[in-house]
């Protein structure tokens, strides 16, 4: 598939039937198994980076072409997550483009329009690709600065936020109604973030500079940005508060990630921001647990992103956030000594393979076999369950730091199952 010409779609639904079927937790609303989904693209945090369970490789596809099919699939996946269809048919998949169609009509009729210089779309799937392709643009600079890339790039995943909102509502919104959401939502987002630009103490030159940015990266009407640009020496939290006590799960998450990640941005958290933050926490009602997730959330996708994000390697120390996140596990697993315990005591292989380890050394299929277990048992917690755990980061010595030693045999050894057989540390 080349997302650079014309037809791409078609290509990515034919991918798409034969390699990703939606893994679905009945525990879990539909909307808690789209964040699960989409969380590890990176569309929620305005860097989608790869597809989920990478049925197409898109490392190699410029960022641009790259952003336009993981916007892709994240509505399609909205709209299958909500139909509860994990395994669409291609007729299925080609009414959700129509559906598509008709949605952006709503939203953004501007981008349906063809200009003098353009061909006009033979069908759906063409239209699409053109309304796609205006909708995603990425200045260069995008991922040279964190607060612009940020902040260009995050407006994505309102657009699957208002889509989920027309699906609920039966496809019954108005183009009116359908902009109204999209704008409170953008409005909001800008509102909260100038908030935390004031907190992290930049100088108040710089705050206008981007706060004005922000703006000019919205949908806007020339009227609404010359309002948005006054109100910034006026910003009101309670306002945003206001906003969020009438909306549901997903929005309230994406608000509570967009605020730690912002917070994070510059290495460190000063008072004002703690404080903050956990007032942020109670008006979002999220619990306890929820929040963890988020925390970790963020940490998971820069430990396994690490490489491919540029702000985050200049911004982020790889050792602290890898420590950080270790010992982030370790204090919620030891809340769940009971359950951990049980898990592994009835899976007899893994009971089997670390009595093993105690005579010997593992082979490095044995290994594999320990880690992914322990992984697996790791995915049973209920603050991991909505989480994509940074797989590459959780070898068998991490593992062993992060289970409490109650939940191991009484006379089992953790040193021993990572030495090698010359008797020195391995890492996998």
């Known amino acids: 598939m080349d997302p650079t010409e014309r037809g791409w779609i078609a290509s990515f639904i034919e991918a798409r039937i034969d390699n990703s079927i939606l893994e679905k937790n009945e525990a879990l609303s539909f909307e808690k198994n789209l964040y699960k989904r989409l969380q590890p693209t990176g569309i929620i ?10 049925f197409i490789e898109t490392k ?45 009509n709503k939203l953004y009729p501007h981008l349906s329009k063809t200009s003098f210089f353009e061909k006009k779309a033979k069908n759906n799937v063409e239209s699409l690709e053109k309304i796609i392709r205006k909708r995603v643009e990425v200045k260069k600079e995008w991922n040279i600065d964190f607060w612009r890339g940020f902040f260009q790039n995050i407006l994505l995943f309102i657009d699957v ?35 935390i630009i004031k907190l992290s103490n930049k100088e108040a030159t710089s705050d206008n500079n981007y706060f004005h940015y922000f703006i000019d990266s919205t949908s806007f ?19 945003v508060y206001d ?31 703690k404080k903050f933050f956990d007032e942020l926490s109670i008006e979002l009602k999220l619990n306890t647990t929820e929040i963890a997730a988020s925390s970790l959330a963020i940490e998971a996708f820069v430990m396994n992103n690490w490489t491919k994000i540029h702000y985050l390697q ?51 299929e044995e290994k594999n076999k320990v880690r992914e277990q322990l992984i697996d048992i790791l995915k049973t917690i209920p ?33 021993m199952i990572t030495q090698s057989r010359r008797g020195g540390i391995v890492e996998g």
């Open 60 to 104: 190699d596809f410029p960022i641009k072409e790259r952003m336009e099919v993981i916007l892709l699939e994240s509505l399609f996946s909205a709209n299958l997550f909500h139909q509860q269809n994990n395994k669409p048919s291609e007729s299925q998949l080609n009414k959700i483009v129509d559906d598509l169609n008709i949605f952006y």
């Open 45 to 54: 945090y305005g860097h989608p980076l790869q597809l989920p369970n990478n």
């Open 383 to 415: 603050t991991f369950l909505i989480l994509a755990l940074p797989g590459s980061f959780l070898t068998v010595p991490v593992l062993m730091k992060i289970l409490p030693k109650e939940v191991l045999p009484s006379s089992f050894d953790p040193n």
């Open 314 to 364: 200049s911004k982020q120390n790889y050792l602290v956030l890898s420590k950080r996140l270790t010992q982030r596990m370790k204090l919620i697993s030891h809340k769940y000594v009971k359950e951990i315990k049980q898990e592994i005591e009835e899976d007899k292989e893994l009971i089997h393979l670390l009595g093993v380890a105690q005579r010997r050394p593992l082979s490095i």
């Open 221 to 239: 009407s020339k009227e609404e940005k010359e309002k948005a640009n006054s109100s910034f020496n006026d910003s009101n939290i309670e306002k």
């Open 243 to 273: 906003f969020l006590e009438k909306d549901n799960w997903i929005i309230r998450k994406y608000f509570l990630e967009l605020s730690l990640l912002s917070i994070w941005a510059d290495h460190s958290v000063n008072l004002s921001e």
């Open 161 to 195: 936020i208002v889509y989920l909102e027309y699906l609920k509502s039966d496809r019954k919104l108005s183009s009116e109604d359908v902009q109204k959401i999209n704008n409170d939502l953008q409005w909001n987002i800008i509102h909260l973030l100038s908030v």
